[in-house]
Each structure stands twice: as C-alpha cells, then as structure tokens.
C-alpha cells in the first residue's frame, strides 16, 4: 500500500493539521482584542474611496446634467417616479428616526435589536425605490440609467457618512 517515506509525510502532515488547529484556542483571545480595538478606534473620514465616489457623483451630475432632466424631461415617467419619491422618502424618514431621534437623543447605540423591523422596512423600500426610478428614467439615459443612478447613490452615502 504506502511505503514508509509516505507514511512518513502522512503523519507529519496530520501532526502539523492538529498543531494548527490547537492554536486558534489560543490566538482566540487576541482574535477578541484585536476586534474589541477595531471597534475603539474610529475609522478616518476622508478617505480614497469615500472621495472618488463624492468626486464621480458630482462629474456624473454635471455631464449628463441630471438636475435638468429631471426637472424638464418629458420622457420621465412621472408615475414610477411619484412611486420612488414617496418610497425613498420613507427611507430617509426611517434613516433620520433611526439616527437623529433614537441614536443622538435617546442614546441607543444598536437601535436595530431594538427595534427590528426597521432594516427590513428601510431595505425592501430603498430596492422598490431603486426599481421605480430606474423604470421612470429609462427613457432619459436609456441602459446608463443603473450606472448613473447607482454613481449618484454612492456619492450621496460618501457625502453623508462624512457628515457623521
């Protein structure tokens, strides 16, 4: 069957597979601290990715001049955008109960144990939102629309986790 060079690596290679799996025990502790000091030490504002997303939102706006089409277009459908308005309106209502009334006035850090409808809620509304903006706008930018939707979503997150 094996000759005894074989059984040799074998039994090195299980001695070196049960040394490695004694260890996480021990590196277990400083698996802990190492997380506990991720969760003390605050993560810059300003970073690259934060500003790219800040910087590519803002030439997006200015080169397919988006505040114009939305404000003038004809072609929108005004419908499934009546419907992503009151829906991402319903998301940034939730968003600001959440983090202007529960975290900074009433102090709760963790709101989402204390309150766990709310990710859902706030989840299913932004996609449904998403969905119906980019039905309404189709007709503007065509299959660009979900590139310069999403370029603009990302730059608004960037902008307000700077805020906050």
Not at 1 to 19: G, P, V, Y
Not at 48 to 59: D, P, T
């Amino acid at each position: 069957m094996l000759n005894d060079s074989e059984l040799a690596n074998l039994r090195n290679r299980f001695k070196r597979d049960a040394e490695l799996l004694m260890r996480p025990a021990d590196s277990g502790a400083e698996d802990e601290k190492s997380q506990e000091e991720k969760e003390v030490k605050p993560l810059p504002r300003f970073n690259k990715h934060s500003i790219f997303w800040i910087v590519a939102s803002v030439v997006v706006t200015y080169y397919v001049d988006f505040l114009r089409h939305i404000m003038e277009n004809d072609d929108i459908k005004s419908w499934w955008f009546t419907v992503g308005l009151l829906l991402l309106g319903i998301c940034l209502s939730l968003a600001t109960f959440c983090i202007v009334y529960l975290e900074w006035y009433k102090g709760i850090q963790h709101y989402d144990q204390e309150y766990p409808a709310i990710p859902p809620i706030t989840t299913a509304a932004f996609i449904a939102a998403s969905c119906s903006f980019n039905i309404a706008l189709w007709p503007v930018w065509s299959f660009f629309t979900p590139l310069i939707l999403f370029t603009q979503f990302m730059g608004v997150v960037m902008f307000i986790s700077l805020l906050g």
